[in-house]
Nanobody, 123 residues
Framework: QVQLVESGGGLVQAGGSLRLSCVAS????????MGWFRQAPGKEREFVAV????????NYADSVKGRFTISRDNARNTVYLQMNSLKPEDTAVYYC????????????????WGQGTQVTVSS
């Protein structure tokens, strides 16, 4: 069982930055691929970024490439999402998720989810 707790969301102006954190419980964090997803009001949850447990490789949604960076600190059981050059369309609840798969881009592949943190970008 893995419990995930996100933090770092908030209100920021367009062009600004935020760093989200997700702390995981349990001893085997290093064996989980970690992903970030987001869900805007009235929209489906969408993939944002993923970092594989096996080699640390990353993958991003086209909409965030070059602006967001996912990273992990296995010693702290934490995954981060650095978000730069934020746009109003980035406004959403952001969720971190964990899976034992090597790489997973679809939400259905993830076994554990956090409660989410709100990110609001004003224009």
């Amino acid at each position: 069982q893995v419990q995930l707790v996100e933090s770092g969301g908030g209100l920021v102006q367009a062009g600004g930055s935020l760093r989200l954190s997700c702390v995981a419980s349990g001893r085997t964090f290093s064996r989980y691929t970690m992903g970030w997803f987001r869900q805007a009001p009235g929209k489906e949850r969408e993939f944002v970024a993923v970092i594989s447990w096996i080699d640390g490789s990353t993958n991003y949604a086209d909409s965030v490439k070059g602006r967001f960076t996912i990273s992990r600190d296995n010693a702290r059981n934490t995954v981060y999402l650095q978000m730069n050059s934020l746009k109003p369309e980035d406004t959403a609840v952001y969720y971190c998720a964990a899976t034992v798969a090597v790489v997973a881009l679809g939400a259905n592949a993830y076994d554990y989810w956090g409660q989410g943190t709100q990110v609001t970008v004003s224009s």
